[in-house]
């Protein structure tokens, strides 16, 4: 009977029908969901801390209410995505327990510092630009919830990378300073930008999977190909040379070729030995427990007026 139920389901996905929170839906799909939507979650709010680092300082007050804005955001979709994420039969305190712990994982591109004002534009126009690669696909991922939260999302995200690529545009306009800024930040952010995609698809241990049951719609190997063609050109206009000397155009392919990353860096920095791991946890942490009164208070007003009615 398992097995019909299964079938069933994965017919259900084979004919594009979004799949719902009352629906059946097998362990394995909704454990993936939860791992995934969560792990998307983390990255949102932990993404927050390197930008919000910068707010006191940005150049000017147009840029310092940009950033604003865009930390603004970052905060709204992870509350989206938990909220997709509760739908799974999780709750918030789960996935927040999971992330303090170390036992959840986020994108380990938020593990790295942002040394100067340069690297607010490239995480702009690096990491969301990888971001969104990844995130236009996951519109018609599968499960309803997760679908219907990235319409929005990915609206933003949009924003967001356009604010990226124009700050760096301001740099790269400016004196030998600027410009050399800019490249310093392209410089450290490249590869882990490339990694954000996550480890080849013949080493992944989820992504055969996840596509087949359409959470995902392309490979890790497909989405990192598809932003290097993208960027490429945007880098060639900004005047900023991209820190891989194996890249170059293949006419028989139509992509850019590119070098090997450094997959002993990722599993480093992932598993908690990056530079900023510790300090983006701890920060978390310290946050949770000082905002603790206050969904306390919120608890017991929501709990008072219930009674009452």
């Known amino acids: 009977m398992s097995k019909d139920r299964e079938q069933l389901f994965q017919n259900r996905i084979d004919a594009e029908q979004k799949i719902e929170p009352k629906d059946w839906m097998p362990d394995g799909y909704r454990k993936t969901l939860i791992r995934q939507i969560s792990q998307h979650a983390h990255s949102e709010v932990i993404g927050m801390q390197p930008e919000g680092n910068w707010i006191t300082r940005a150049p000017t007050l147009l840029r310092k209410a940009i950033l604003l804005a865009k930390v603004q955001d970052e905060a709204g979709h992870g509350l989206y995505l938990y909220g997709a994420a509760e739908t799974l039969n999780t709750t918030r305190e789960e996935m927040i327990a999971a992330l303090q712990s170390g036992k959840a994982k986020y994108s380990s591109i938020f593990n790295y510092p942002t040394l100067s004002w340069a690297d607010v534009g490239a995480i702009g126009w690096l990491v969301d630009g990888a971001a969104i690669m990844n995130q236009i696909a996951l519109c018609r991922t599968s499960y309803g919830p997760y679908a219907r939260a990235m319409v929005r999302i990915c609206k933003e995200e949009s924003f967001h990378q356009r604010q990226g690529f124009d700050a760096m545009l301001a740099l790269c306009r400016g004196s030998q300073e600027q410009q050399a800024m800019a490249q310093?930040?392209?410089?450290?952010?490249?590869?882990?930008?490339?990694?954000?995609?996550?480890?080849?698809?013949?080493?992944?241990?989820?992504?055969?999977?996840?596509?087949?049951?359409?959470?995902?719609?392309?490979?890790?190997?497909?989405?990192?190909?598809?932003?290097?063609?993208?960027?490429?050109?945007?880098?060639?206009?900004?005047?900023?040379?991209?820190?891989?000397?194996?890249?170059?155009?293949?006419?028989?392919?139509?992509?850019?070729?590119?070098?090997?990353?450094?997959?002993?860096?990722?599993?480093?920095?992932?598993?908690?030995?990056?530079?900023?791991?510790?300090?983006?946890?701890?920060?978390?942490?310290?946050?949770?427990?000082?905002?603790?009164?206050?969904?306390?208070?919120?608890?017991?007003?929501?709990?008072?007026?219930?009674?009452?009615?």
């Open 184 to 309: 310093d930040a392209l410089n450290r952010f490249w590869w882990p930008s490339l990694m954000m995609f996550g480890p080849h698809d013949a080493d992944s241990a989820h992504s055969a999977q996840s596509v087949k049951w359409k959470i995902k719609r392309k490979t890790n190997d497909e989405l990192r190909q598809q932003f290097v063609d993208q960027t490429v050109p945007q880098a060639e206009y900004l005047g900023l040379t991209i820190p891989d000397t194996d890249l170059k155009w293949n006419a028989e392919t139509g992509h850019f070729d590119f070098g090997a990353i450094d997959w002993d860096e990722f599993s480093r920095v992932v598993n908690g030995g990056g530079l900023c791991n510790r300090k983006r946890l701890q920060h978390h942490i310290a946050a949770s427990e000082a905002g603790q009164w206050v969904r306390e208070a919120v608890h017991a007003y929501n709990k008072k007026h219930s009674e009452e009615r």
